[in-house]
């Protein structure tokens, strides 16, 4: 067996995160070659990976990057099993690299897309197996979304202090003008902040799917079986548009004025940068 100086030990680990004996024997198990001991950690931490796969994911950290022009935003979590892992700090770090690797992922869709995209000639999946080595958890992608911009308009996002829910929203624009105004972004940041606090199930009354529809009618039609024939029709719709008032992102009451509904806030503010302007649509991750 070739002799595995410290010095070289020390550099596996610098290199890979993992811990000393760890380096130290797959550094044995290489025969002293660092590339091949590198390899030998990843197969580890895809073993990991294939022995806990039955386990839930239901903790990790949210992350969201804009391309240098900001006509390109990502938003992604990375998920561990955990508090206590999320909370690490090289898993915050890989997080935070999902958020390169995802903005660089050529597909719009897809977490396979993402763990296939190579930086500085190291895949997502490589880091993936890497924490999962260094921890024995779980470690996966979980929601991703990508939006680029194809007109005048603007994408906004806001990640919770915890870094546990977050959302990512594509406004359209008349003209760049109206895109550009301090005031449509700060209410563009607004607007991405309430989707976060509120969760709306859809973006109006049209986008909610029928299936969702026809369950809310029975149990609103089961709540008032007992009332009159002629006026059980009345209530269920009374019920409905309250339902929809409550979950429809644009006809919610705004959360920092609830005299006014999403629609109306965004609308006036366009219509003060000198335009008009409407959301394209919205995505709303949440981990734990």
Avoid: W
């Avoid at 130290?24 to 022995?51: N, V, Y």
């Avoid at 366009?270 to 734990?288: C, D, L, N, P, S």
């Amino acid at each position: 067996m070739a002799e595995i100086s410290a010095s070289l030990v020390v550099k596996l680990r610098k290199m890979t995160g993992q811990g000393m004996m760890d380096c130290k024997k797959a550094l044995e198990e290489a025969g002293g070659d660092i590339e091949q001991a590198i390899s030998i950690l990843r197969k580890k931490g895809l073993a990991t990976l294939a022995r806990r796969a039955d386990r839930e994911t239901s903790e990790g950290l949210v992350v969201c990057k804009t391309s240098a022009d900001g006509k390109t935003t990502i938003l992604a979590t990375l998920c561990c099993e955990t508090d206590f892992v999320a909370k690490n700090d090289d898993f915050a770090a890989s997080a935070n690299e999902l958020a390169d690797y995802a903005l660089t992922c050529s597909s719009d869709e897809g977490t396979e897309n993402i763990l296939k995209t190579t930086i500085g000639g190291k895949k997502f999946s490589d880091i993936v197996a890497e924490i999962a080595s260094k921890t024995g958890e779980k470690t996966q992608v979980g929601d991703y979304a990508k939006y680029t911009l194809d007109g005048p308009g603007l994408i906004s996002t806001y990640i919770h202090f915890n870094q546990k829910v977050g959302t990512m929203v594509q406004i359209e624009t008349s003209n760049d003008n109206v895109a550009s105004s301090r005031l449509l972004k700060q209410t563009a940041a607004d607007i991405a902040m309430h989707i976060t606090a509120t969760k709306p199930l859809a973006l109006d009354k049209d986008s909610v799917s029928p299936e969702i529809i026809e369950r809310e009618k029975a149990i609103y039609a089961e709540q008032v079986k007992n009332k009159p024939a002629n006026i059980v029709g009345k209530i269920v719709e009374g019920k409905m548009k309250k339902f929809f008032e409550e979950n429809c992102l644009l006809d919610q009451k705004f959360v920092k004025d609830d005299s006014k509904t999403v629609a109306q806030v965004l609308a006036e503010a366009a219509k003060q940068a000198g335009g008009q302007a409407k959301i394209k649509r919205y995505a709303r991750f949440e981990v734990g």
